[in-house]
DNA sequence: CATAATGCCTACCTTTCTGGTTGGGATTAC
DNA sequence: GTAATCCCAACCAGAAAGGTAGGCATTATG
């Protein structure tokens, strides 16, 4: 149970957006460099979090990407769910008609468990709380 | 992020042994067929947690597993780590040389919590208290 | 001892995911 | 028109997940 370097590097990038938010868009080449992340693969993760809504993109020669919401409206949460599908974590948490056995039940309990406290703990926090820790630079 | 599982068939393993100790071991077959497990998938797991010391097994005919130790003094939390390696999400939580960016370091607040969350979920909940809730069969 | 039930071990296989790269387009400020 | 930028589709190597096959070691029982 690894958070993978997609999700790693899309948090990153949106805390690099979240700080350095001037009214202009900034460029991906520039988030990768200050960040080192592969630009083609950020690429492809700044796609799905703009068909997410979660920022927006400006093309043509001074365009880049902004935030799509103030930086105190989008938590952890969004971000990693935009990147990783649903947080839960085993199917039958949401789906009640997936479990038949009575042991399987038992350990449900566990997973629904688990599943509350990964997202209490991804969408108590939001990007404002993370720059407030960053040093902006 | 998603449950494995091998973690998923070893929890439910362990309750089952949990919930049908009666001194005797329990062979293989019976678990797997009870819980729908294949059961050369699930011999390997269950030598996993042999090894990490949650399980005894006895050789020869009337032979089988049993919990090394109380359901209570068995957590969940150990059960996965047996089985998921370190609970850890992200590399640069326990490890304070492998992180040189400033930004990362922002965005490790989120894991190092994230880390706690899920710790505090999975050693809250023994064996013991997964039996009580199941069916007991 | 022979046999059958059991645990133990190694190797293999297929499918999916991860983390990338390549290369070419469409848009737009200058 | 040109250069910077976003957009998109295809491809690729390596790892992991989930499972299978087959054989060896141990032991209770007749």
Redesign the interface.
């Known amino acids: 149970?690894?958070?993978?370097s997609r999700c790693?590097y899309g948090?990153?990038a949106m805390?690099?957006l979240a700080?350095h938010d001037a009214g202009r868009p900034v460029p991906l080449p520039e988030i990768a460099a200050?960040?080192?992340i592969p630009a083609p693969f950020l690429e492809r993760i700044l796609a799905k979090l703009r068909e997410s809504g979660l920022v927006k993109a400006t093309r043509g020669v001074a365009g880049g990407y902004q935030l799509a919401r103030q930086p105190a409206d989008i938590a952890?949460g969004d971000v990693?769910t935009a990147l990783?599908g649903p947080?839960?974590?085993?199917g039958c948490v949401p789906d009640d008609g997936a479990c038949d056995?009575?042991?399987?039940?038992?350990?449900r309990?566990?997973?629904r468990?688990?599943d509350s406290?990964?997202s209490?703990?991804?969408n108590g926090?939001t990007l404002e709380?993370?720059?407030r820790?960053?040093?902006s630079?």
Chains 1, 2 share one sequence.
């Open positions: 149970m690894r958070i993978s790693e948090l990153r805390v690099h700080a200050a960040e080192g952890v990693v990783e947080l839960s974590l085993v056995r009575a042991e399987s039940c038992a350990s309990v566990v997973w468990k688990l406290a990964i209490g703990a991804l926090i709380d993370l720059t820790e960053a040093v630079t």
